[in-house]
Every structure is written in C-alpha cells, then in structure tokens.
C-alpha cells in the first residue's frame, strides 16, 4: 500500500479539506514516531547506553502507542486517535526524563510536541489543543527546573546524550514542520480545487456575476434588466401522464426534455432561468447579450424541435406549449440553506400567460413579441393576450 493511500485510509472523498488535514496530519506523525523511536533505540545500542530488556521495553513503549492511534484513526475515531497520541508523547517523555533526568535533554521533546499539538486538533478544539500544550509546556518547566536526578553515566557520556537528543529533537522539528507545510500546502490545493468545482456546479444553476457576488459573502443578489423576452415551455398532459406512468418514467421523460432544451439554449447563448414542476424557463438577454424577441421566438421553435427528436419524448408521444413574453425582469438570488436564483416581472408573467393560452404544439407570444417579428416570423407563431392582462406594449403594437 503506498504512504499516501495508508495516510487517508477511511477518508471518504467528501471528507471536508481542512479536516483531512489534522487527519492526515496526525497520521504521519504516528509513523514518524515510530521510525525516531527505532533511532533512537539503535543510537542508544551503539553507545552502549540501553541493556537488551530496555531496548524491547523502548520499542514496545515507543511503537505500540503510534499504532494504536493509527488503529483508530482508520476507523474514523479521530478525536480518540488524537488523544492518545497526545498521551503517548506526554507521558513517554515525563517517563523517559524521569528515569535519566534533565542531564540528558530528554525533557525538550516537549518543545516540539507543543508546536505540533496545534496541528493535530482543529480550530473547534482549540481550546482542547491550549489544554494539552499547557500541560506539556508544564512538563517541560518542571523537569528543567524542578527536577534532579543525578546521572549514572560519566560527565563525557551525559555531554554526549544530551548532544545526540538535542539534535534528535531539531531534526524531528524539522521533519514534523516540512511535513505539516507539506500537508498544510496539499490542503490548500485541495480547497482550491473544491472551489473551482463548487463554482462550476454554481455556474450551471447560477449565472457567473451571481456566483462571484456570492463567494464574497454578499446577500439578496439582484438585478434589473429594462428589455429581457423570456420563453416558458411546458409539458401538455403532464397530470395525467404522472398518474399513470412509473416515477422512473417520469424522471427520465423529465430529463430528456430538460437536457434538451439545455442543449438549445447553449446552442442559441439563451439564459436557462429555472424549472416549475414540469416547465422550463429561458431567457434572452440576461447575460450581455442584446435583447431579442425574435431570437426568442426562434428559441422557442427550436426546442419545439428538440422535443420531437428526443427518443424517451417520442415514446410517450410528449407535445409541449410555448409561450413567449416581453418586457422589464428582475433576476436574483434568494435563500440562505438552499440558494435559489428566479426571475420577476412583465416579461416572465406574460410568457407564463402565453403559455396557458397555448394548445399542444403552439408557440404564443405576447404584444410586445409580436411588434418585432417578420411576417414569416408571425406565421409560425400565434399572438395572443390573456384575460385581464395587458402587455405594457399593448398600445404601441402594430395591426
């Protein structure tokens, strides 16, 4: 298994970055626990400074604890996983200082474990991580200045042990602090990457100026378009065909449609605003480009079209109704937990009354739609007011 599959062992790809971080964080410092143990206790063979027995007793302090950290870490216990490596540290160090004293050096293993506790827990156990480094920070005071032993080894060797552990603690210093920019580095570049994928899963529902609004903390995102034709498409019959047919049928119908009318609308730069049950809304001019009722009603008929091409479509002989609507629109973003970008105004209540005036198959347009087609325009199209709406252009239409 390579190192970096045995690190994230039992993190899910959804698992949030900077909480992999301690994770993973911690994971590596269990093994490089482990390897400075098996140093050490090979340094201290060499010099002659640990009998056989204490050389199993270093290895099975030294290497069990780390493992069992690991242990549960895999298992998603991380905060248990946490602690006991805190624990391991803090107590094999006060056991190692108190058996050579502070002759040795052994008591500045603190030093870096103090560094490191703010790595291993995160912000919301902050105080958590205070707790534990105070009492390390304790730890290492009483041992300097507090506690004597007097050493069993010649003045020369003490120099000696105290030289080989100072350097042992700047070089694990070293490792551990390479390492967490390492991981800290990796992190980031995993934010990073969830941001660009979160902002292109925004940018299909969202238009791009929304999106940036919104990454910057900004609320109740919303503009006001003077000119915007909006088409809204729905399904004829749909009532009664989510009666009879299957919740899959009606899913993949559902999604036929609406992937083709995406197609479309991408095809001819129109806006997809929303879906209503069984209705598509799309707009043009919204995002730079120049408001055109012609261009919407050209939109309209496309995906007319579109229905009639999709195969899932032709299977339930799916007819829609179209209707087309021209005016002033607001377009926003509203919600908190679950965001919802709609539109207001004119342009998208008359297109939602041309559409109740359609039969199967027809595309309604409004006054204001109307006054700018071509005669050959107006031939596949059919004109249309509702009862008791008045399009804003009403008085300004042509015969």
Request: proline share 5%; with cysteine.
């Amino acid at each position: 298994m390579k190192l970096g599959r045995l690190l994230r062992l039992g993190l899910t790809p959804q698992a949030a970055p900077l909480e992999s971080q301690h994770v993973v964080f911690l994971r590596g410092l269990c093994l490089l626990a482990c390897g400075f143990t098996v140093i050490t206790v090979l340094l201290s063979l060499t010099y002659g400074v640990t009998s056989p027995g204490g050389v199993a007793y270093a290895l099975l302090a030294g290497v069990v604890p780390p493992m069992l950290s690991l242990w549960l870490s895999a298992r998603a216990h991380h905060a248990p996983a946490a602690v006991v490596f805190v624990l391991y540290t803090l107590l094999s160090t006060a056991g190692a200082a108190s058996l050579f004293g502070p002759s040795y050096g052994l008591q500045y293993w603190y030093m870096p474990v103090i560094v490191l506790t703010f790595m291993l827990f995160p912000s919301e156990r902050r105080k958590t991580a205070l707790l534990v480094a105070g009492l390390n920070a304790a730890a290492f005071l009483g041992f300097c200045f507090a506690f004597q032993v007097a050493p069993a080894m010649a003045p020369e060797d003490v120099r000696s042990n105290f030289q080989i552990n100072i350097s042992l603690v700047a070089v694990a210093t070293a490792v551990a602090t390479y390492y967490g920019q390492r991981v800290t580095a990796r992190t980031r570049d995993e934010l990073r990457a969830l941001r660009r994928r979160t902002d292109a899963l925004l940018g299909t529902v969202l238009p791009a100026e929304f999106v940036a609004t919104l990454r910057e903390g900004g609320e109740g995102v919303g503009r006001r378009h003077p000119q915007v034709s909006v088409v809204v498409c729905d399904i004829a019959g749909f009532t009664h065909l989510a009666e009879e047919a299957a919740a899959e049928d009606i899913v993949r119908v559902l999604n036929a449609t609406f992937s083709a009318f995406d197609a479309v609308c991408e095809e001819r730069g129109a806006d997809k605003v929303k879906t209503v049950g069984d209705a598509y809304v799309a707009a043009i001019g919204l995002s730079g480009r120049e408001p055109s009722a012609r261009a919407a009603v050209d939109l309209a008929l496309r995906m007319r079209a579109a229905v009639e091409r999709a195969e899932a479509c032709q299977a339930r002989a799916i007819r829609v109704r179209i209707g087309v609507g021209t005016g002033e629109a607001i377009v926003g973003v509203v919600g908190t937990n679950k965001l919802a970008y709609d539109m207001w105004g004119a342009a998208i209540e008359a297109a939602f009354a041309m559409e109740e005036r359609a039969t199967p198959e027809q595309v309604v347009v409004d006054a204001a739609t109307w006054a700018e087609l071509t005669a050959e325009e107006r031939a596949a199209v059919v004109r249309g007011e509702p009862e008791g709406y008045r399009s804003p252009a009403t008085a300004a239409v042509p015969a």
